[in-house]
């Protein structure tokens, strides 16, 4: 699996995760918050936060690209 770049775009912060960009933006945007228990995490779909662009996936201020077909 390939690395996915989350940019937080608020501060300009970038992290890496080797997950879709789906489950890398809402594990960034928890993270970013202090929650570390990854089993707690709600999926993209249900979580409030979490948003789909036209190429870009977002949870909060956290973007990651969409794969682009």
Request: proline share 3%; aromatic share 14%.
């Amino acid at each position: 699996m390939e690395m996915m770049r989350v940019k937080n775009l608020d501060t300009g912060e970038e992290r890496w995760y080797t997950c879709s960009p789906e489950q890398a933006v809402v594990a960034a945007y928890e993270q970013g918050r202090g929650n570390w228990n990854t089993w707690d995490y709600l999926a993209f779909d249900e979580h409030p936060k979490a948003r789909r662009g036209r190429y870009t996936v977002s949870c909060g201020d956290f973007t990651a690209m969409d794969k682009i077909e």
